[in-house]
């Protein structure tokens, strides 16, 4: 990539051309120091033109139809005059680059639509390298003026964590009838959920959804909900047919709605502004570690020292701080 001229981006990002928007994507996502250094000054240019566009997080089993899901929601929302941007966040995928890639065959009414966007994460990496740079294209799109930007999980555990802290709506699509209904239920996925919504909901399906649905209203219940301003919702819906997938949208839209007459929507963007400084300051450190020769001369002793039991981990830790310098 020849160097770029950040006024020029940000000019074709503004004006909503999607040629720039696909290149600076590819800017952010190379791991060259010089153009790291231009894609971060570019979002900093662009910073003033971000914030305004719905951000939803969305995560599920996989089978669960989230390819489908979001086809279905995207191209309905296209149809209301939106501007729909799908990105990924997949630290596990070394092969294909994340789920969206193999699965754009499934989103062929997205992927036809003029105004929708979709993006891949990165094509392997450490959580929060992918997940800092699905922020960065995050905000990239929305300065192109799209004002609804779907973030799937493709990844599993601390992934579904990543993508709660960047969205505003983190939606758990579930299956119906899989034996126990709450087998397939984490507790730490249900307490960051902002809504349930059980997949599939057609035919055959239906009594197992709504059965499905009612074990997860009645799991909510004893757990605490993530923001005291708003009860997570649980609905069945069909991706497949397209029924209830508006009155997903609905829900997402009265959260806004609530969450920003309470004061929490702007307390929440500004709490995960910070938490996103943190990430990347914590990526950069590891990335440090693994790049620094002395250290990686080190570590083997260290690490046999450790596991042998003749050094304790912090005092091994001290060790690698002090030839680090810090």
């Known amino acids: 990539m ?34 790291r250094r231009k894609a971060h000054q570019l979002v900093q240019e662009l910073l003033p033109a971000t914030g305004r566009a719905m951000r939803v997080g969305i995560t599920g089993a996989p089978g669960v139809g989230k390819s489908t899901t979001i086809d279905t929601l995207g191209s309905l929302l296209t149809a209301q005059g939106r501007k729909v941007a799908v990105l990924a966040v997949d630290p596990s995928s070394t092969r294909t680059g994340g789920s969206i890639l ?8 997205l992927a036809n639509d003029p105004h929708a966007f979709i993006r891949p994460s990165p094509a392997s990496g450490t959580l929060g390298g992918v997940a800092a740079k699905t922020r960065e294209t995050m905000l990239l799109c929305e300065a192109a003026g799209f ?7 493709v990844g599993i555990g601390q992934s579904e964590t990543a993508v709660a802290d960047m969205t505003d709506f983190f939606l758990a699509l579930m299956l119906p009838g899989a034996g126990d209904e709450l087998q397939g239920i984490k507790k730490g996925l249900v307490e960051l959920a902002d809504m349930i919504a059980v997949n599939k909901a057609d035919g055959d399906n239906v009594k197992r959804a709504n059965a499905a649905a009612a074990e997860y209203r009645a799991a909510l219940h004893i757990l605490t909900p993530r923001s005291p301003n708003w009860t997570p ?39 995960q502004q910070v938490k996103w400084m943190w990430s990347m300051l914590e990526d950069r450190m590891f990335a440090r570690l693994r790049s620094d020769s002395g250290l990686r001369a080190k570590l083997p002793q260290i690490e046999a020292a450790v596991a042998d039991g003749r050094l304790s981990a912090p005092l091994a830790v001290d060790e690698i701080a002090a030839t680090l310098g810090i």
């Open 102 to 109: 193999g699965d754009k065959t499934r989103m062929a009414n």
């Open 147 to 153: 004002d609804v930007v779907l973030v799937e999980t």
């Open 2 to 35: 020849s160097a770029p001229d950040i006024p020029t981006l940000a000019r074709g990002i503004r004006s909503g051309d999607r040629a720039t928007l696909a290149r600076t994507i590819t800017l952010i996502e190379s791991k060259r120091a010089d153009h």
């Open 233 to 271: 919702p649980v609905a069945t819906y069909s991706a497949l047919t397209g029924r209830g997938v508006a009155e997903l949208w609905a829900q997402v839209v009265l959260h806004r709605e609530r969450l920003t007459h309470s004061g929490e929507f702007a307390a929440r963007r500004r709490e």
